[in-house]
Every structure is written in structure tokens, then in C-alpha cells.
């Protein structure tokens, strides 16, 4: 599995910036798909993620401003950041948790960095 992701860049505090990942390969075997982010000196954390039903979850702190959504068709997942903050400027990955035949295994894309400017 290839996750692209695509969309970084600077916002401005309370605007709106998109993050997009299309994934390619095994995508059949893909179960879940998701973003996490890492700040400077911090670990990555979860940001938004589907779980294996479907559901969409958040972490509190972008809870009511950023939203997950999805093209099953395409393979590709979205991350709409509504009134960014400052401290949402980190490294955005996407994510994609993968059960091969041999196992389970957990795919990243390659970062897209999101600076927020106050």
C-alpha cells in the first residue's frame, strides 16, 4: 500500500485549509484509514481516524473543527481543518492500518507540513 498525501501549507488562524491522501496498491486489503500529526519535539498523535465500522474519531482538541471524510471509490481520505490554531501547525500523516495475508501492518504517508500563523 502507497499512501500520496497532498494539501499542506500555511493557513492563517481561523481559516480553513484540505488534506487529502489517495492510497494505491493492496487497497483491499486497507481496513481503516486516518491522520495523525506530530509536532516539533512531540510524538504523532492521533488526529482524526475512522475505526473498522466506520466511525469517524477525533481527538478533543480539533473536536467541532476539523472533519474526516472519505471516497471509497477512490481510496482517498480528507481532512477539512476549520479554524485552525496555532497549535496545529505540526507534520501531517495519513495513515492507513492494513491486514495482508501474513498479518496486520500499519502504512504512513510521507508528511505534509501545516504551519498556522496567528
Known amino acids: 500500500v502507497q499512501l500520496q498525501a497532498s494539501g499542506g501549507g500555511l493557513v492563517q488562524a481561523g481559516g480553513s485549509l484540505g488534506l487529502s491522501c489517495a492510497a494505491s496498491?493492496?487497497?483491499?486489503?486497507?481496513?481503516?484509514m486516518g491522520w495523525f500529526r506530530q509536532a516539533p519535539g512531540n510524538k504523532r498523535v492521533m488526529v482524526a481516524h475512522y475505526d473498522a465500522d466506520g466511525i469517524a474519531d477525533y481527538a478533543d482538541s480539533v473536536k467541532g473543527r476539523f472533519t474526516i471524510s472519505r471516497d471509497n471509490t477512490e481510496n482517498t481520505v480528507f481532512l477539512r481543518m476549520n479554524s485552525p490554531k496555532p497549535d496545529d501547525t505540526a507534520t501531517y500523516f495519513c495513515?492507513?492500518?492494513?491486514?495482508?495475508?501474513?498479518?496486520?501492518?500499519?502504512?504512513w504517508g510521507q508528511g505534509t507540513l501545516v504551519t498556522v500563523s496567528s
Open positions: 496498491g493492496s487497497v483491499s486489503e486497507i481496513e481503516t
Open positions: 495513515h492507513a492500518l492494513a491486514y495482508p495475508s501474513w498479518g496486520r501492518k500499519n502504512y
